[in-house]
């Protein structure tokens, strides 16, 4: 399936800002962090199409997966 | 022995008073709102000669406890209508705590139509007519007072909006680069104007270190408090690289960025404003991503913005500003928005009620949506040059639907509603309805909850848990504004169990007390209480405490509607 991934912050150095990537049906939010080489711990925010979300949720067909570092501001 | 300086305009006296022993546990806010609801009469008006202007740094200030050199600057407000503590950085807060100023009370109105000056220093306050710097922005005044003094000489300060008495006026307070921060919010730059004073200086000449009752148990304290802001990643890390302007493609991402004048919740622009385009900038052009608006800051969350050519254009470049100007008003060209930034610092209005204004001018004609360089233009010519339009302009986001005959005009007892969509961020809305300041997001910061996931998780999207969590943050808040820390302390106190306790450690140490974390929250509460009550005594009621109309129309992309009723929102106050 199609997912739209976004990174923010500390999370585009060395990586993008945004790319689609095909995966199979059963991954998990938390097996694309794996893959992207990010820390669970260091994920702020993890958004699919703009709701929060758990690690542990499956995603489907093109979906948008946003993931921040801890950041906040006021 | 802290003092007490009182300086009455209507006959252009001034004396030291001792401090009255109920005022003596309190600090920033909490004596701001206290000497405000003790002295002002509720139903006064605002610009006249019964309203009192009063400046009190916090508990800590002074200290060497980090990020504790917040100034609280309180009155009743000619925006709002309601009591108003706006507190900013800068120096002065540092300056008078050294010098043993616990408040500086301001009252009466000149009979002469002639403006003045005050001078602080150890001995008192001397007040003396002001000619030159009439009509000057805010930069030539800090300019002239370090070339008549010198560079440690604190200045608070006025620009012509101030002396115009614009309700969206702000009080300019130097920083430690000689530039601008600002009581921003509630046209305090106005109550300052109607006493006919331009600027306030202050000596620090004389001035000893603040007492400590507890020195080794204090520096214990101030080492774990200081640790707890650094180890957290918001507030060690990512406040210094991003600044608040981070939260432009977070509240993007979670549909909660006010766009086209809250129309939408997200912004097609969000990019080439947001804060990592923003850091690049900086970086790219040789200015600096870090900067602390206080000695002593260790968040250092501002920074300083230059030009392509690396001149110094703007400074304390804040989320809520730019997102004001930005998504609010549709303008993608972040050098615009610090163009704008810069002359909001200088004729002295706050950025957040005049980017809130620009976006019902907008809906109301005056000029389109996106027109960067006309909003500029009519910052500085209209309202920076007091004309007809300029007057209601300054006037606010209420003043400009009022004259124009919108509808759509984002506030909440007449002060603009910052940078989250109430609808899509719920439990920021009850904070906008219930505060005692009017739509004021710093005064329970439920984005940290609803969409930073800081301090646990309550959905944005329910309205589930919103009452009860702005609450907590509303009392919590109106606490930590007392103690001169910068609210930003929050993000570890929320998530750091030491941070809490080493906050109330300093304070013990500090005055010799035993304070415990339940008095500290009686504290929040009785500010909160006593605030109130100078509202309802001003004439307010629940029905008040309510978010506009319009905000019952869905807004895109989760189309989430403002959809409490007044028994949950009167809730807020059952404590």
């Known amino acids: 399936m199609n997912i739209t991934l976004k990174l923010f912050a500390t999370f585009r150095q060395d990586r993008f800002k945004i790319e689609q990537r095909d995966y199979p049906d059963s991954i998990l939010i938390r097996d694309i962090v794996a893959e992207l080489g990010i820390e669970l711990e260091a994920c702020g925010i993890i958004m699919v199409n703009g709701r929060h979300a758990l690690p542990e949720a499956p995603l489907k067909n093109d979906d948008t997966l946003s993931l921040f570092p801890k950041v906040g501001g006021g | 022995m802290d003092k007490i300086f009182r300086v009455n305009m209507t006959d252009l006296t001034t004396r030291i008073e001792e401090v009255p022993a109920a005022w003596a546990g309190l600090g920033g806010r909490g004596l701001t ?15 006249g000669k019964n309203n009192k202007l009063v400046f009190a740094p916090g508990l800590l200030s002074g200290t060497a406890a980090a990020s504790s050199g917040r100034m609280s600057c309180g ?11 706006s507190n900013a950085g800068g120096t002065t807060a540092q300056l008078f705590a ?27 306050v001397s007040i003396a007519e002001e000619t030159e710097l009439l009509g000057k922005g805010n930069f030539a005044v800090i300019e ?32 430690p680069d000689s530039k601008i921060r600002s009581h921003g919010r509630g046209g305090m730059g106005a109550v300052m104007g109607s006493k006919k004073i331009k600027y306030i200086t202050i000596d620090g000449a004389g001035a000893t270190a603040v007492a ?85 800051c260790v968040i250092q969350c501002s920074q300083v913005y230059t030009d392509k050519e690396g001149k110094y254009v703007t400074s304390g470049f804040e989320y809520e500003t730019i997102w004001g100007l930005g998504a609010n008003c549709c303008i993608d060209n972040l050098d615009d928005i610090a163009e704008a930034d810069s002359i909001m610092d200088d004729i002295g209005v706050d950025s957040i009620e005049t980017a809130v204004m620009m976006g019902v001018a ?37 003043s400009v639907g009022n004259a124009y005959g919108v509808t759509r005009v984002p506030v909440v007892k007449g002060q603009g509603i910052p940078a989250y969509d109430p609808r899509s961020v719920k439990g920021i809305g009850i904070t906008y309805a219930t505060s005692t300041m009017g739509a004021d997001h710093t005064a329970g910061y439920s984005v940290a909850t ?95 405490d309510r978010l506009p109309e319009f905000f019952q129309e869905p807004v895109p992309p989760h189309n989430a509607t403002w959809d409490f009723t007044d028994e949950e929102i009167d809730a807020f106050w059952d404590f």
Do not use: W
């Open chain 2, 33 to 47: 709102s206290t000497i405000v609801s003790a002295e002002v009469p509720p139903t006064c008006h605002a610009l």
């Open chain 2, 75 to 85: 009155a009743k407000s000619p925006l709002t209508g309601t009591i108003k503590e």
């Open chain 2, 98 to 124: 050294r010098m043993g100023i616990k408040a500086l009370i301001i009252e009466g109105l000149p009979e002469e139509d002639k403006f003045y000056s005050l001078h602080l220093t150890t001995d008192g």
């Open chain 2, 144 to 175: 002239a007072m370090e070339a008549k003094y010198d560079k440690k000489v604190g200045v608070m300060t006025i620009g012509s909006a101030g002396e115009l008495k614009m309700a969206s006026a702000n009080i300019s307070v130097k920083d």
């Open chain 2, 212 to 296: 400590i009752a507890d020195p080794d148990k204090f520096k214990a304290a101030a080492r774990v408090f200081a640790k707890a802001i650094l180890d957290h990643p918001v507030s060690g890390e990512g406040l210094g690289t991003y600044g608040t302007n981070v939260l432009v493609n977070v509240l993007h991402e979670a549909g909660g960025l006010p766009t086209r004048n809250f129309r939408f919740g997200q912004y097609e622009g969000h990019d080439k404003i947001s804060g990592e385009t923003m850091h690049e900038t900086i970086v790219a052009r040789g200015g600096k991503p870090k900067h602390g608006c206080h000695a002593g």
């Open chain 2, 362 to 398: 907008m809906d109301a004609g005056i000029l389109p949506f996106g027109d960067g360089k006309e909003v500029i233009r009519l910052i500085k010519d209209e309202i920076g040059q007091g004309t007809p339009l300029g007057r209601i302009m300054g006037g606010g986001a209420a």
């Open chain 2, 450 to 544: 609803n969409i930073l996931q800081i301090g646990g998780f309550v959905d944005p999207l329910k309205k589930e848990g919103q009452v009860e969590l702005s609450r907590n943050l509303q009392i919590a808040t109106a606490a930590i504004d007392s103690t001169g820390m910068c609210i930003f302390v929050a993000f570890p106190a929320l998530d750091i169990p030491e941070c809490l306790p080493a906050l109330i450690d300093m304070l013990n140490a500090r005055f010799g007390i035993s304070l415990t974390g339940d008095d500290v929250t009686e504290l929040g509460k009785n500010i909160l209480k006593l605030e109130r009550k100078f509202n309802q005594d001003a004439g307010f009621t629940n029905k008040h």
